[in-house]
Structures are given as C-alpha cells and as structure tokens.
C-alpha cells in the first residue's frame, strides 16, 4: 500500500519542485517505508510524481519507478492473481514490467483487465506523451483529481487536502475504468481531455454487455468547464473481472418453514433446517470455500519472521501480530476471524480492533471507581495512551456500548474455537474530546472530499479503530497496547451483497424480490464512491493497509451467480433472514451466538452517532468535516499520533 502523487503544470508559473506541505504530510503517513520524488519536464509541460511506499511484498521499491525510455509508474495495490508473481518478487516492480513491455493501448488493458486485487495506478509514457490512469472496479483503492480553475495545472493522488475558502477541490476519481491524458495535446489547446477505457462484461459467448448508463455524462457533471471525458475512439474496454449479478426469480413465490422457527427463533437447530438440503448445503460450502481462499490470499501475502521452533515456543507472548481485524463481534467480522484463525501461524497472535466512543457522563458510585482502581496501570508515556489509561480508569459503563458487548462475546467464541491461539482484544475507548481534536486535524482530510453526516461517523470509527491504540484487558489486568499490524480485514462488502441494510428488507417489503435485486445491483455499483475510497484513507493514515475479503473477484462473481433466495430471506425475522448464506456458513465453521445477531451500522454500535448531534440525518452535510487545513497544519505538528 502506498501514497501516489502527480502534478502535472502546463504552464511555468505553475512549475514547481515540491508538493504543497499539507499534501506531502498527508501521503508520507500512508507510506512510512520510503519516500521518493521525480521530475519530468517537458518544453510543454511538467509532471511531479511523488511516491511513498508501506513495504508489505517482496524487496522494497522505492517509488516512483522509472525505466531506461523515461516511462514512470506509481502503483497503490495488491496483485493476489491474475499476474503471476512469485515469492520474493514485489508486484510494483512486476506491475512496470508488464507495462514497460506494452506496445499500444491494448497492451495496456490487457495488464489490467487480468490483475485481481484492490489498486489505483499512475503511468506516464514518455514517448507518446500519455497519462494513464485508474482504480479497479471496485475503486479498493483511492485516487482523487483535482484541476485549477484556468485549466493550467492538475494533480492525481491517493489522498487530498482541504483547502478553506476555495469551491475546486478535491473530487474521487471514478472507479469506471482507465483514464488517458495527451500531455503534449493538452499543454497547446489549454483543454483536458480524459479519455476512458470502460469496464465492460464478455459473456462466455464473447457477447459484449453494456450497461443502459451514460457514465461519460455522469462523470462530466462534476468536472470544471475546461475539462471534458470521451470514449476511446478504439472503443477499447477493460474485461470486468466479476460475473453479472443474477437477477433471476423463482418460479413460485418462495416460502420458509415458519414454524420451524417460530417457537424458538434463535437457536442452532433454527440454521440446521435450512442445512438439511442438500443443494443448500453444498452452496454454503462452496462459499464457504472461496471467502477461505480470498482470506488467505490476505493474511499470506505479507513479510513474517520465521516460524519458531519448539523450544522457542514459550516466546510465543513476545511475538507480535501481522493481522488485525475491524472487530464488532457481528456475523461478519466473526466470520473473517475464525477464517483468518486457519490460516494464520498458530504462534501468531490477532489483533481484534473494538472501538467504543464514550457515552454521555452518568453519576458512577465511588464503590464502583475503587473496584475499577487496577486500571490505573494502564500507562504510558505517549499522549493517546494516556487518553487510554484515563477512559479506561473512567468506569467500563461509558464505553459499555453494544459493539464492545458483542465484542467481547464473539472473543469468547474464538477462544473456545482454537484456545492456543492468542487472541488480542484491543479496547479502544475514545472520549468527545479526543474525537474533536483528531477529526478537526486529521481525519477532515481524509473524509474529504465525502461530506456527509455518515461519512463523518463511519470516517472517525474507522480511523480510531485502526489506530489501533487502546487497552487489552485480562481478569488480572489492564495494560496499554498498540497494534502494530500492517494488515487490517474489514467486512465491508457483506452487507451490500447480501442484503444487511434495513433499507434491504423495506425495499423487499415495498417491491419484493425483483425490487431487492435491483437495490443489491445498485450498492455494489455505488460502493466505491460510497464506501471504499473513504475507508482506504482512513486506514491508510496509519501505515496501515485495508484489506476486503468479501470483495475479492472470486467471492463476488460466486455470490453474484446465485440466485437472491439463496443469499438472504427477508421473509425471516432479523438475525436470521438476512446475510442468511453467511449465517449458514458461520454455523457450519462452528460459530454459536454470534450466528443470530442482527446487523448494527458501525455508526450505531460503537456510539458515535450518539455522541454530538443526535437530530441529524445521516445523508445531510456535516459541518463538523469543514476544516482549514493550514490552520490545522501547524497544529497537528504539535500531536504526536
């Protein structure tokens, strides 16, 4: 994972050696490794490329690379298939070298139509003057633009900055396929022309599906007046790596075995009737099969110390974890756990990051504080720690909220799955305070340019969450911890393709299946832009690299080829009709109580939508994102993260 810059200036007075200081701090936090930056000047223009790398593959390459014809690239991703790459190999390198040996724009989309995994990509070819660039089709990786109003320079990057006072800013580059730009043409017509190169579906009859949207239109709206997109005249297209969603219905209405359930709906033997048939069975293990794999690919493929031999096992406690996960105790992060549980070293321990935002003050009898008096060793020189040691010496009540419930529940669970696992349960309290000072300095300009209420909550969760900074509590005791992990797992994804959301059951109520499919359709379609840029920068502030099992190619094409029914049953009360093939699959993975709990929104379960304004609406526009970040520049040199 890493941060990629370009600035690209047609004219000398936007020549410049450095990005903007805000900009530059920004990309160095996602890439603690190496740091790097190159000039290209043209007599027509001149590019800026800036690279800063999070080592997590084969030997460290310093970015951005450049070869002996002055071609420059700059990747932020993972290739898990598609491209081979060996042991030892890092895929950067492995990357250029497929594209170095292109010899037209065909080339070119053949590299990317067959990487699987999450990335965003700059490329520069020097000989013909080209700018490609682009996201995969699920957008897992951010890349912003942002143009000048004269159309004299702009800028592609991983992750943005606010500017006050200024109406161009930063905007998302859309996840629709790969863009071009003609340098040299540019510079002398002073108009930005971006060509696309389109995700497109070939059926296996090599029929071209073509989706009955005007993305060129769509992406124009918000582009300055300078600026234009238009088809490749070639017409040329990216393969899309998924397979469409199936949007079949059933013959007959489908019914559930109600009074199976009726008596006692939250039982084991509730799930154990919908695995009495045979056909549902073999789906469940064969989703079972590939959300293993893609897990796999995703706990693996990262550096490790070598195993330990067996007398060294005792130092087992000293060894720290490589993978965390964002851990609520829901279906989905279970899940993830017990899976990465197969996976990972025996002698290696998983971070499990639960955040909980403190609750509005109560009187707490004085009886109470004296039993909670042993959490006063839970110190640390650092400030956060000490904002840690506090919230946690504070009374477990004001951050007893219901994620850190099922949290610890689903702890249980895992520990009596594989006891010889260490498992750490990272608490991490976070006080009003706290999230004030870090969402006004940093984590404004990582939402940016999302600006809703939601994004704002789901932003400062995700962000203090990977963080990883808070407490690991035992029956003797309650110390200070950080995780370290370079990988951190998130479920996202589950809950758009498998009808988690409320809005999932209304729709289903208001328009039945056919409806429901067609909302399934559209979150899958809008999850970059919604979701993913916004979680790749958050995690990423942190060194740290966000990875998406349940969006992995495989997963998706196989969940995308079932039919709606034997995904989710909405006809089912809460806790079992929904996600109902992952229910399924938790029980056959050995899962218990965990199996019947119902979605919460991260938003709700950690607290946070409780902690400011409790009237508003998750789609308006928070105010609390404004920020001036030259302001806050000088302030945040003063924190120590």
Sequence with gaps: ????????????????????????????????????????????????????????????????????????????????????????????QIMFNCLSSCKNESDVLSVFSEVQGPWSFIYYQASSHYLW?????????????????????????????QISGEDNQWQEVPASGIFRIDLKSSSTSRLLVLKLYPWRYISKENVIKEECVNTLTQIAADLPPFVSVVANEAKLYLKEPVVPLNMTLPPVPVESDVSAISNNPSTRETFQVFLTDGHMKEVVQQFIDVLSIAVKKRVLCLPRDKPLTPNESLKTHEKKANVAILFSGGIDSMVIATLADHHIPLDEPIDLLNVAFMTKEKDIPASFNKQRGRQKNCKTTKESFKNVAVAADRSDKQFNVPDRITGRAGLKELQVANPSRIWNFV????????????????????????????????????????????????????????????????????DEQLAGYSRHRVRFQTHGLEGLNKELKMELGRISSRNLGRDDRVIGDHGKEARFPFLDENVVSFLNSLPVWEKTNLTLPRGIGEKLILRLAAVELGLTASTFLPKRAMQFGSRIAKMENNNEKAS????????????????EKEIKI
């Design 427 to 494: 608490e991490i309290n976070v006080s009003l305070e706290e999230l004030q000072r870090f969402r006004r300095t940093r984590i404004c300009h990582l939402v940016h340019p999302l600006d809703t209420v939601l994004d704002d909550s789901i932003g400062c969760a995700v962000w203090f969450a990977s963080r990883g900074i808070g407490c690991l509590v035992t029956p003797d005791e309650v110390k200070s911890y950080q995780s370290n992990a370079k990988v951190v797992l998130t479920g996202i994804g589950a």
């Design 620 to 635: 308006d526009k928070c105010g609390r994102l404004q920020a001036i970040s030259l302001e806050n520049l000088s302030v």
């Design 1 to 92: 994972m890493c941060g990629i810059c370009c600035s690209v200036s047609f004219s000398v007075e936007h020549f410049s050696k450095d990005l903007k200081e805000d900009l530059l701090c920004n990309l160095k936090r996602r890439g603690p490794n190496s740091s790097k930056q190159l000039l290209k000047t043209d007599v027509n223009y001149q590019c800026l490329f800036s690279g800063h790398v999070l080592h997590l593959r084969g030997v460290l390459t310093a970015q951005p690379v450049e070869d002996e014809r002055g071609n420059v690239f700059l990747w932020n991703g993972e290739v898990f298939s598609g491209v081979t790459v060996k042991a030892g190999e890092n895929d950067t």
């Design 133 to 161: 660039f682009g996201r995969d089709f699920f957008g897992r990786r951010s890349l912003l633009w942002h143009f000048s109003d004269v159309g004299k320079s702009f800028s592609l990057s991983s992750v943005g900055a």
